[in-house]
């Protein structure tokens, strides 16, 4: 069975700090990862994506990518208010097929 | 460019109907994928089309199925409604099957 594990949160962090978001996943043979964000009641949105090892910088977000350790992260730099949403990993196997987290609550405190 | 949109935005429906949804694809991809959503999970995948044909399935019974055009865009049908199908029914589409777009989706409750 292949899983990918997000804490469900929900995570508090001061507007201006950076968020930090963790996701682990079980298919070793994973080569794609993505970040989506989705609002209440929306879609989700796709804010980075990710393929080889290391950090990918897109703006105030950057993504983490550790295969060895079957771990991507997701860091917000300079937190925003509107950036308060569920943040949902997902993980593509080899036959094109999202594996999908259930999401972390994000607040941002103003 | 027009990016991936769903019809209808909402439906209710009563157990045992039979329901379709449609997606058209955001401009230039030729991949769709479909994904069921209950409250507070993450998204579900129930099938994948790609050349009009069915590539992937995921755990959903036969009632779902689905179809694929030739101009890409694609139909969900959901037959013998049961109250447990009230989700967000949301469409993805992708280039071979790569980044995924979502559309807006469609909210189905079934009374």
């Known amino acids: 069975q292949k899983e990918v594990e997000q804490n469900s949160g929900p995570l508090s962090v001061p507007e201006g700090a950076i968020a930090s978001l963790n996701c682990t996943y079980s298919?070793?043979?994973?080569?794609?990862f993505f970040w989506y964000r989705q609002y209440s009641g929306k879609s989700p949105e796709l804010i980075m994506f990710i393929y080889s090892n290391g950090d990918k910088e897109d703006g105030r977000f950057t993504a983490q990518l550790n295969k060895a350790s079957q771990y991507v992260s997701l860091l917000i730099r300079d937190s925003q208010p509107s950036d308060s949403a569920t943040y949902l990993c997902?993980?593509?196997?080899?036959?094109?097929?999202?594996?999908w987290g259930a999401g972390t609550k994000l607040i941002i405190k103003p | 460019d027009a990016g991936v949109t769903q019809s209808p935005t909402h439906l209710i429906k009563t157990r045992g109907q039979q329901v379709t949804l449609r997606c058209s694809p955001k401009s230039g991809h030729d991949t769709v994928s479909w994904y069921q959503q209950a409250l507070g999970q993450g998204p579900q995948f129930i099938f994948q089309y790609y050349e009009e044909e069915e590539r992937q399935r995921g755990n959903f019974p036969d009632r779902f199925s689905g179809h694929q055009f030739p101009n890409y865009s694609s139909e969900l049908n959901v037959n013998a409604l049961l109250l447990g199908d009230s989700a967000l029914y949301l469409c993805?589409?992708?280039?071979?099957?790569?980044?995924?777009?979502f559309g807006p989706g469609t909210r189905l409750t079934v009374t």
């Open positions: 298919d070793r043979g994973s080569q794609s």
């Open positions: 997902a993980v593509q196997d080899s036959n094109y097929q999202l594996i």
């Open positions: 993805a589409s992708s280039l071979s099957g790569n980044e995924q777009y």
